[in-house]
């Protein structure tokens, strides 16, 4: 029961500090404004929102959680409050997903941003809710989890803003979010099928537009793979780095 109580305080302290704020807030409605924006004017008014949407969605959920997560916790580490959570009755895995739940909701509801805006313009009928909510959550869970690995493996905050710039902008070409996996050099398509982002693209796609380039059971699957070998390695690392 202590450990419920600890990780409910953990994740509602987190929540109203960092993730309500109104900065946070609007930055969830005009990432995926921007990039929708930015796709409509360079195809001159002639975009097809069904191809667009699952883009812009995954790159929501990649930016949203990895920006706030990576930063918050070196924050903490740096300032020396993540040593006082430490001192909580609770387990480090329980203490890692309570530190990282805001930053999952987070990413999930910046998803639902693009969506929402799409249903005013096209018609979402076709789209498989089921496996699009499943496609969210875990893409989520995976940005997230990059997010922690990418914290707990810098000391300084300025360096998790440009290791999370290392992943995330080659994970934007190599993933098929905008450009089809089938078109990149074929030496570059092997790296495109061990970056997490991939599969969560892939299913989204699948989703919204029947476009899935994998079958949607190997891509979760190998979300869920990625999710826990991420979570691991950053348990492991604040173990070794942070409490030796």
């Known amino acids: 029961m202590k450990q419920w109580i600890a990780f409910w305080n953990i994740f509602s302290k987190d929540i109203r500090t960092y993730y309500l ?16 924006l930015m796709f409509f004017i360079r195809s001159g008014g002639d975009v097809d929102l069904f191809a667009l949407l699952p883009g812009v969605m995954t790159m929501s959920i990649l930016f949203g959680t990895t920006s706030l997560l990576s930063v918050t916790i070196t924050f903490e580490k740096k300032g020396r409050s993540f040593e006082r959570l ?3 009755p609770i387990s480090l895995e329980y203490l890692m997903l309570a530190k990282t739940s805001g930053a999952i909701m987070f990413g999930a509801i910046n998803a639902f941003v693009p969506l929402i805006i799409a249903a005013f313009i096209v018609d ?35 360096e998790a803003q440009t290791f999370s ?30 970056l997490p ?31 826990a070998g991420l979570f691991l390695l950053s348990v492991r690392t604040i173990r070794v780095k942070w409490i030796c």
Request: charged share 5%; net charge neutral.
């Open 21 to 36: 704020k109104p900065p946070n807030l609007s930055w969830g409605i005009i990432f995926p404004l921007a990039w929708t």
């Open 86 to 88: 430490l001192l909580a």
């Open 124 to 158: 979402l009928g076709a789209v498989s809710w089921a496996l699009l909510i499943c496609g969210v959550v875990l893409t989520s869970v995976v940005s997230t989890f990059l997010g922690l690995f990418i914290a707990v493996a810098v000391s300084e905050v300025f």
């Open 165 to 194: 710039n290392f992943f995330r902008f080659p994970m934007v070409f190599l993933c098929g979010l905008f450009f089809p996996i089938e078109r990149l050099p074929v030496f570059l398509r092997p790296l495109s099928y061990v």
């Open 197 to 227: 982002l991939t599969y969560g693209g892939d299913i989204l796609q699948g989703a919204v537009n029947q476009s899935a380039l994998m079958p949607s059971a190997l891509s979760l699957a190998a979300l869920v793979v990625f999710c």
